[in-house]
C-alpha cells in the first residue's frame, strides 16, 4: 500500500464491514485530532441521499473531527428508516471516540434504493476507532472504491511563511456507476489554518473547476459530496482572508482536486483516453463552460474519440446545439495543435494524417475558439467505449 | 417496393447520383402539380447547414411545389461556397420544371465539413424531373435513407366531411449519426385544403409530441427539417380554422408524425428496444417533459434497457438531476403494470422478476408519477447496445 505523508493530526481506518458481501474493504474512518475547520459542496442532484440530508447541516456549523464512509450501499431512496441509520452510525463514531455527533460527517456510496442495514457499523465502527493511526489514509481511499479500478489519492506540501503545510485529498468516482453505484466523494485534509468561511469560500471555485468540470457519463448522483478539513496542525498563522498566501492555498487546493478528477476520468468505466475540452474565446465562462460540457457529454463524440476519428464535425454539431448564441462562421476547433476546421469551415484533407495521430494518444485536447471574446472554460471527459456498454448492462446478469 | 396509395397531385422520383459513392439511391424529388400550402420546422442548433438557409425563409412565404432531397453529404460547415451549391441545386429543379426557382425546397443529410459538389445534381435532376411518378414516394424514401435499416413510411385517410382525403410521410433518422449521417429528416404531403398558416400552427406542436419527443443519442443535427405541404387536390372545401374538421386533421397529423418518430427510434442504431418514458402527475407540461427527457438520454438508463436490469435507481436519479423541482418521496414508477418504486422507495424484491420480464420485452413503458398536479409528456428513446459503440466508432476505419 502507497505511503503518504499525511497532513499533521489527522489519523485514519478502515475495515471490511460486510456491507459489500465480497469481504472487500467497504468502511472508513477519518478522524482529525481536534474538531477542524470545515467545508463541503454537495450534489445538486433533487433526490438526497440520507447520509447529506445529516451531513450538509452539520459542515454548514463549520466544525467536523471526523468522517464515516462506506461503500457498497448509497442509503439513497431510503425513506425515513435510511435518515435513522445514517444517523445512528454518526452516533456510533461518536460513542466511540467520546464527539459529540454534531462533529461526525457520514457519506455512502452504493446500490440506490435497498435498505441499509446498522448490523455491520455497529460491528465495526468501535474497532475502527481503536485502529485510527496516521499512516492509513490509503486504506480509506481503497475502503471507498465501487468500480473504481485503483485508489485515488493526491498530496502536496505547500511552503509557508516561516512554516509548510500539506494538502491530501482522497476521492472515488465517476458519475453514475454499475451498480448504481455512482457517486463522486471527495475527501480533503489539510493541517494549515483556515476559518470555515473562507474554506467555504475557496472550495466551491475549486470544485467546479475540477469534479464539476469531468464527465464520465453525463449522470449526478444523489451521494456526490466533497468535504474539506482544515485543522491548523501544521503550526504557523492563520492564512488571512484576501492574502497572497490565502490565494497559494487556493491554488494549491485547485492542484489537488484537478488531479483527483482526472484520475476519476481515465478510470472512467470502460474509458481508454482522457481528452480535454477546451474553449476559449469566449464572451464569458458561463457561454464557455456550457459549450465545453456539450462537447464532452455528447456520446457521438466519445464514441468518435474511441474510434480515433479525428470526426469534428460531431464536435462543431455538438457546440451548435448547446444553446447559447454562437457565430459558427468564426469557430476553429485543434486537436492538439492541429487544426482542422478554421472559421467554420473544414482545412482539408492534409490534416487527417496528423489529426488523427493526435487521437490515437491516450490524453489529447481538443480546442475550440469562438473568437468572441476572452474568457474559457476546460471539461474533462473519457471516451465511450464498448467496455462502458459491458460494464453498466450486466449488472445482476 | 411498398405500393403506397398517396395523396392526389403528387409525384416523386429517385436516383443514384452518385454522391454516395456506393451506387446506392441519394437523392429524391417530390412535387406537387400545383403550387401547395406549406409549412416547416427547422433544427434548434446554432450551426444551420446551407439547404435549411435557402428553404426556410422561401417556407416562410407560405409556397412550396417541389422538394429536392440528398443523402450522403450534409453541405452543413461548408461556407459561401455550401449555400451557392444548395441555391443551384434549386435552380436546377426550377428549370427541369420550369418553376420560380422561390417554390423549391432543397434538404440534405450526410456527412458534415465536406464540401458538396454541384456535378452529381448538374447530371440527375433534367431526368429526375422526367421520372417524376405518382408510385415512387417509397422511392423516395429509399433514397434518403444513411444508416437507416428501413425506409419510413406512414400514411392514413382521413374520411373528410363528403370526400376523403390523405396524410403521407416520408422519414429518415434518427438523431447524430455515422458518419455524420446526422439529421431527421421528414416530408409530409397531404391533398386536404389548409392554408399555410394553419398548417405552420398544427406542425409544430405535432412536431413537438413526435420527432422532438425522441431520444436515440440526445444530439440536434445541423440539418434536421419538417415539411408539410397540403395541396387541396383531395377536392372538398378549405378546413376552416378551428373547425371540427381542423382538429381531426391535427390529430391524424399527429398519428403519422409520431408513428414516423417511433420508427425512427426502433431503427436507431444498433437499437434493440423501444421505449416509452411516460411522465404523468406532473405540475406542467414544461416540467414533465424535461423530466422525460432527462431519464430517456440518460446512458445509464439506455444501457440498463439493454441489459434488461430493472434499475429504477439510475431513473430516479435522472429524474432528480433533471433540474426541476420535485418531491422525491412522492415518486412512483412503474416498468409497464409493475410498480418497483412507490413514494420514491424500493417495493420489494417480489417486483424483480415481474420487472425483468417488462424489460424483455421489445417495447415497453416506464410510467413516472409525480404525483403533483395532472400534466403528462411521454420521450420515446431506445437502448444503448454494443452495436451503437461499433457503428459510432468505426467510421473510416
Redesign the interface.
Known amino acids: 500500500m502507497e505511503k503518504i505523508i499525511a497532513p499533521k493530526g489527522y489519523r485514519y481506518a478502515a475495515t471490511a464491514s460486510g456491507i459489500k458481501g465480497d469481504g472487500k474493504t467497504d468502511l472508513g474512518l477519518i478522524v482529525s485530532d481536534i474538531p477542524a475547520q470545515c467545508a463541503g459542496v454537495f450534489t445538486?442532484?433533487?433526490?438526497?441521499a440520507a447520509p447529506l440530508q445529516i451531513t450538509r447541516p452539520r459542515i454548514a456549523r463549520g466544525k467536523c473531527q471526523a468522517i464515516l464512509v462506506n461503500s457498497g450501499n448509497?442509503n439513497?431512496?431510503?425513506?425515513e428508516a435510511g435518515l435513522r441509520v445514517a444517523e445512528s452510525c454518526s452516533d456510533l463514531v461518536a460513542e466511540a471516540l467520546a464527539l459529540p455527533s454534531e462533529l461526525v460527517a457520514v457519506a455512502s456510496t452504493g446500490?440506490?434504493?435497498?435498505?441499509l442495514s446498522l448490523a455491520p457499523f455497529q460491528a465495526a465502527v468501535f474497532g475502527l476507532g481503536v485502529a485510527l493511526d496516521e499512516q492509513h489514509a490509503a486504506a480509506v481511499a481503497e475502503a471507498i472504491m465501487t468500480t473504481d479500478s485503483y485508489a485515488k489519492i493526491s498530496e502536496l506540501k505547500v511552503e509557508g511563511v516561516g512554516y509548510s503545510y500539506r494538502i491530501l485529498g482522497l476521492a472515488k468516482g465517476a458519475?453514475?456507476i454499475h451498480?448504481?453505484m455512482?457517486t463522486m466523494l471527495g475527501f480533503v485534509m489539510t493541517d494549515a489554518k483556515l476559518t470555515a468561511t473562507q474554506l467555504q469560500r475557496l472550495l466551491k471555485p475549486a470544485v467546479d473547476n475540477s469534479f464539476n468540470s469531468i464527465s464520465v457519463?453525463?449522470?449526478?448522483?444523489?451521494n456526490d459530496m466533497v468535504l474539506l478539513l482544515a485543522n491548523g496542525a501544521a503550526g504557523g498563522v492563520e492564512i488571512e482572508p484576501g492574502s497572497q498566501e490565502e490565494e497559494q492555498f487556493a491554488k494549491k487546493l485547485q492542484v489537488v482536486l484537478l488531479d483527483l478528477a482526472k484520475m476519476i476520468v481515465r478510470d472512467g468505466e470502460g474509458a481508454t483516453k482522457l481528452a480535454e475540452i477546451k474553449v476559449i474565446g469566449g464572451q464569458n465562462v458561463q457561454q464557455a463552460r456550457t459549450i465545453a460540457r456539450a462537447v464532452a457529454t455528447?456520446?457521438?463524440v466519445k464514441?468518435?474519440f474511441?474510434?480515433e476519428?479525428a470526426?469534428?464535425?460531431?464536435i462543431?454539431?455538438?457546440?451548435?446545439?448547446?444553446g447559447?448564441?454562437?457565430e459558427?462562421?468564426k469557430i476553429d476547433i485543434l486537436f492538439d495543435e492541429v487544426m482542422v476546421?478554421r472559421?467554420?469551415?473544414?482545412v482539408g484533407t492534409q490534416i487527417e494524417k496528423p489529426a488523427t495521430a493526435v487521437l490515437k494518444q491516450s490524453e489529447f485536447c481538443v480546442t475550440i475558439d469562438l473568437h468572441q471574446g476572452d474568457s474559457f472554460a476546460s471539461y474533462f471527459t473519457s471516451d465511450?467505449?464498448?467496455d462502458?456498454?459491458?460494464i453498466?448492462?450486466?449488472?445482476?446478469?
Open positions: 445538486r442532484n433533487r433526490v438526497v448509497a439513497a431512496c431510503t425513506g446500490v440506490i434504493g435497498q435498505p458519475g453514475m451498480p448504481n455512482a457519463d453525463g449522470d449526478t448522483s444523489t455528447s456520446s457521438l464514441t468518435a474511441f474510434g476519428d470526426n469534428w464535425g460531431r462543431i454539431a455538438a457546440v451548435g446545439y448547446a447559447v448564441e454562437i459558427p462562421e476546421a472559421g467554420g469551415l473544414y465511450l467505449t464498448f462502458y456498454v459491458r453498466n448492462a450486466d449488472y445482476r446478469s
